[in-house]
Every structure is written in C-alpha cells, then in structure tokens.
C-alpha cells in the first residue's frame, strides 16, 4: 500500500478522545509536564511530554495543540473572535511561511533563506 495512503487510514481510523478523560488529565500535570495549574481552581496551562500544548480554565473551556494529530482544539459552549481580518487558507493552498518582509529584513541584513548570515 502507498505510504500516504496507509497513513490517511491510521488518521481516519483513530479513535475519538473522550472529552470528560481530557477534563481530567487537563487538570492534573504528569512528571514529565511542564507548566501551571491553579490548584485552588483547577485552570492551567501545561506543555506534556507528547508534545500536546494545552490550556483549560473550566470544564469544557480551553483549548488544545496536538502534534500527533497537526491540529488545534478549542473547547467553549460560546466562540467570539474580534477582528479586522479574517481569512481562510486551505491546505492546498501554496503557503510560504517566509514574507516579502522577512525576505526584505535579510537582505539588509546580508542574510541568507537558509538561516546563514
């Protein structure tokens, strides 16, 4: 089986997360986790050992960075964003994470893309 194929079906074949299990290991940090915990309140923010970024401050009211799954959650009964711009740029989009600014900046600078200066 092709490699990207075999790796789609171990994405879509994963089980879902429980929220309440996530609730829980949200509140408590693992010997490896870094980060704070209100202990009064159970809020906090921890980086684990997997990789995961996490931030919770009550139940089902935070959000989640996993690694494993190149995704981003957020955990709210109600979403407000305020913004002057909002765009949408889907994964099949070209999408150079270097700006004309950055590119302007090295120049400058006498900088090279690949980090040498």
């Not at 996530?22 to 202990?39: C, W």
């Not at 009550?58 to 959000?63: C, K, S």
């Not at 994470?97 to 690949?114: A, F, M, R, S």
């Amino acid at each position: 089986m092709l490699e990207w194929k075999s790796r789609l079906n171990t994405m879509i074949e994963k089980e879902d997360q429980n929220i309440d299990e996530m609730a829980n290991e949200s509140s408590e940090a693992k010997t490896n986790d870094v980060g704070l915990i209100n202990n009064k309140s159970g809020a906090g923010l921890l980086a684990r050992d997997t990789g995961v970024l996490e931030a919770f401050s009550y139940y089902n009211l935070g959000f989640r960075f996993d690694p494993e799954n190149m995704s981003l959650s957020f955990y709210a009964p109600h979403i407000k964003m305020f913004t002057g711009d909002y765009q949408i740029i889907d994964s099949d989009q070209v999408s150079n994470p270097i700006t004309d600014e950055y590119q302007e900046i090295l120049k400058l600078i006498g900088g090279k893309v690949d980090g040498e200066v």
